[in-house]
């Protein structure tokens, strides 16, 4: 057969593609119509009271997701029941008479009495295209592409109540459109994806990526993680910077290891935040390391780390007696994470550190946390003492 295909703009309404399929063999043909346009933004529903021979008459688009009812037979064509179809109210109420009867000379042998009953529906189906009392024809679509002819136009049909609303998650899942619970805004849509940009990798300059994600730390804040891969040389290194402002106080945070499940303990140290531990004395200034989000072991790891890939303290340059200290330090370090006892102290100007509470939102027996007024240093080493954040615009000049 052959399929023509007619694209199309209904006056007052939008393009609509009309496709129609014939068979010179049988002489069995068909039509369709389809959209030309997107899925809109809402649905829309038409209510059209009939009540003459020229209301039958008005030009129909149905497209195949929309529904028909007829409400004072209890009648409806239910969505997806149908192609998409250019027709008249008439032609609809024709379509279905003709669904109808299709099955009824089965039905009759079957099941004689469901086939009685549908004849009279038929028959009521017919009575109404003679219009003898009104009668209400009400086309729903949720794709908002079907329409209903005002003849009137462009001004208003006071037969026709034309209705816009917002789909249902359900309608929009049966139109295949992603079902979101509520409209999330920027800062919704950045935590749930991963950002990456093109940057050059620290050790070898050569092209690499690097992913950043927003992550929100329970009973916290957010952070934000950054991690660079390269693949020339293999390099890998991440960061951790705080999502918020810097905290009105310093925070000073200060844990008692007594068990070894104290090393499975979140830590978020921001690249202000010092670490101390007093019975190795050994403190970690602000920056060493950077910001890190890990484990209190990963934390003790990366302090292990530092100290062994520093030349100057364990390589060649080293003198033995500096070595032996610094083995013994490992050491020490090393029954921390095992079962010796020690504290662990956290102090952070910024306020922007965090160590697990495993008891929240309950108190923690080895975990206290304390808030301080920072000193003018404290402050100088933020850069917040030249920062003004009132009554910074410029004076205007004043009138002569």
């Given at each position: 057969?052959?399929?023509?295909?007619?694209?199309?703009?209904?006056?007052?309404?939008?393009?609509?593609?009309?496709?129609?399929?014939?068979?010179?063999?049988?002489?069995?043909?068909?039509?369709?119509?389809?959209?030309?346009?997107?899925?809109?933004?809402?649905?829309?529903?038409?209510?059209?009271?009939?009540?003459?021979?020229?209301?039958?008459?008005?030009?129909?688009?149905?497209?195949?997701?929309?529904?028909?009812?007829?409400?004072?037979?209890?009648?409806?064509?239910?969505?997806?029941?149908?192609?998409?179809?250019?027709?008249?109210?008439?032609?609809?109420?024709?379509?279905?008479?003709?669904?109808l009867e299709q099955d009824q000379p089965t039905r009759r042998v079957a099941d004689k009495e469901v086939a009685r009953k549908i004849d009279e529906f038929i028959g009521k189906l017919r009575q109404l295209k003679?219009?003898?009392?009104p009668f209400t024809f009400i086309l729903d679509d949720p794709s908002g592409n079907s329409f209903v002819e005002n003849p009137h136009a462009p001004q208003r049909d006071e037969a026709l109540v034309v209705t816009?609303?917002?789909?249902?998650?359900?309608?929009?899942?049966?139109?295949?459109?992603?079902?979101?619970?509520?409209?999330?805004?920027?800062?919704?849509?950045?935590?749930?994806?991963?950002?990456?940009?093109?940057?050059?990798?620290?050790?070898?300059?050569?092209?690499?990526?690097?992913?950043?994600?927003?992550?929100?730390?329970?009973?916290?804040?957010?952070?934000?993680?950054?991690?660079?891969?390269?693949?020339?040389?293999?390099?890998?290194?991440?960061?951790?910077?705080?999502?918020?402002?810097?905290?009105?106080?310093?925070?000073?945070?200060?844990?008692?290891?007594?068990?070894?499940s104290d090393m499975t303990r979140d830590i978020l140290k921001a690249e202000t935040c010092s670490v101390e531990i007093p019975e190795l004395e050994f403190e970690l200034g602000m920056g060493a390391l950077g910001?890190?989000?890990?484990?209190?072991?990963?934390?003790?790891?990366?302090?292990?780390?530092?100290?062994?890939?520093?030349?100057?303290?364990?390589?060649?340059?080293?003198?033995?007696?500096?070595?032996?200290?610094?083995?013994?330090?490992?050491?020490?370090?090393?029954?921390?994470?095992?079962?010796?006892?020690?504290?662990?102290?956290?102090?952070?100007?910024?306020?922007?550190?965090?160590?697990?509470?495993?008891?929240?939102?309950?108190?923690?027996?080895?975990?206290?946390?304390?808030?301080?007024?920072?000193?003018?240093?404290?402050?100088?080493?933020?850069?917040?003492?030249?920062?003004?954040?009132?009554?910074?615009?410029?004076?205007?000049?004043?009138?002569?």
């Amino acid at each position: 057969g052959v399929t023509r295909l007619l694209l199309t703009r209904i006056p007052f309404f939008k393009e609509i593609i009309v496709s129609s399929f014939s068979c010179d063999s049988c002489s069995w043909s068909n039509t369709e119509i389809q959209s030309a346009g997107r899925i809109q933004e809402q649905g829309v529903r038409y209510a059209l009271a009939v009540t003459s021979r020229q209301d039958m008459n008005r030009e129909v688009v149905k497209t195949d997701c929309a529904s028909a009812r007829i409400p004072e037979l209890d009648f409806e064509i239910p969505a997806f029941s149908q192609k998409g179809v250019l027709t008249t109210i008439e032609g609809i109420i024709d379509r279905a008479v003709a669904g109808l009867e299709q099955d009824q000379p089965t039905r009759r042998v079957a099941d004689k009495e469901v086939a009685r009953k549908i004849d009279e529906f038929i028959g009521k189906l017919r009575q109404l295209k003679e219009v003898n009392s009104p009668f209400t024809f009400i086309l729903d679509d949720p794709s908002g592409n079907s329409f209903v002819e005002n003849p009137h136009a462009p001004q208003r049909d006071e037969a026709l109540v034309v209705t816009h609303y917002r789909r249902s998650p359900q309608q929009s899942a049966m139109l295949g459109l992603e079902v979101d619970a509520k409209l999330p805004d920027a800062a919704e849509d950045l935590r749930d994806e991963v950002l990456q940009f093109n940057t050059n990798c620290p050790e070898c300059n050569a092209p690499a990526s690097t992913n950043m994600k927003v992550v929100q730390i329970p009973h916290f804040k957010e952070v934000i993680i950054m991690a660079t891969n390269c693949d020339s040389c293999g390099h890998r290194t991440n960061e951790v910077k705080s999502g918020g402002a810097i905290e009105p106080q310093g925070t000073r945070i200060t844990l008692r290891i007594t068990d070894p499940s104290d090393m499975t303990r979140d830590i978020l140290k921001a690249e202000t935040c010092s670490v101390e531990i007093p019975e190795l004395e050994f403190e970690l200034g602000m920056g060493a390391l950077g910001g890190k989000f890990t484990t209190l072991e990963g934390l003790l790891k990366d302090i292990r780390d530092l100290v062994e890939k520093n030349p100057f303290t364990l390589g060649d340059s080293s003198t033995p007696s500096r070595t032996g200290k610094l083995q013994e330090f490992i050491g020490k370090l090393q029954d921390v994470k095992g079962k010796a006892q020690a504290h662990f102290i956290m102090d952070d100007p910024a306020g922007n550190s965090y160590l697990q509470n495993v008891y929240a939102p309950e108190e923690d027996p080895e975990l206290s946390v304390q808030r301080y007024e920072r000193t003018f240093e404290q402050n100088e080493d933020l850069g917040l003492n030249d920062m003004k954040t009132e009554g910074y615009e410029p004076e205007a000049p004043s009138g002569r």
